[in-house]
């Protein structure tokens, strides 16, 4: 579930390209690790709303996710069976996150592709220069517009909020370096 609506068929090219893209996000090993992305980031919302204040970061793969903050395992156990339940529910957007780091880097490629295009043709250093305010500008301009695109993304390739029939296996509390840290993994 999740992926890119496939165009009607005068766009023939594009529907095969799209097909394959779409394929490819359904393969299982990719449909696990979308979902247990999707499932962290809905755990660090609600424990960011249950336990305000606290810093948690997260990360996933095909057999589960890390989440990274100061939080007991209890309280990490009832927020990925919330997050489970609240998705299975209807609750799909809880799987885009504003600080996941699709975002950052669809905004770091965007804000660079700007920044390339203003000093595309330029050889000395004196036109590189003469038109920095212009790859500034195309820069901020491309942030702006990379926003939106960072969560489409997310939504569309990086995570899924359609959880399936996953479920909760084990949670182990670890650290990550000086960190407090709770292994969630998944199966299904």
Request: proline share 5%; hydrophobic share 40%; net charge positive.
């Amino acid at each position: 579930v999740g992926g890119f609506p496939l165009p009607g068929s005068q766009f023939s090219i594009l529907d095969s390209r799209f097909t394959m893209l779409n394929t490819f996000l359904q393969h299982p090993i990719i449909s696990r690790i979308r979902r247990n992305h999707g499932l962290e980031h809905a755990t660090i919302h609600i424990l960011s709303k249950n336990h305000p204040g606290k810093a948690i970061a997260g990360h996933s793969d095909a057999g589960g996710f890390w989440l990274i903050g100061d939080l007991d395992t209890e309280q990490v156990r009832a927020g990925v069976q919330q997050a489970l339940t609240r998705m299975r529910n209807g609750e799909h957007k809880l799987a885009v996150h504003p600080n996941c780091g699709t975002n950052f880097v669809t905004s770091g490629m965007a804000a660079g592709l700007g920044a390339v295009l203003a000093l595309f043709g330029a050889r000395r250093w004196r036109d590189k220069l003469y038109r920095l305010p212009l790859a500034m500008s195309l820069a901020t301009l491309a942030l702006i517009f990379a926003h939106p695109l960072g969560f489409l993304v997310q939504e569309r390739l990086t995570t899924s909020g359609h959880p399936g029939d996953m479920e909760i296996v084990e949670i182990i509390p670890t650290r990550r370096g000086r960190f407090k840290a709770h292994r969630v993994v998944t199966r299904g």
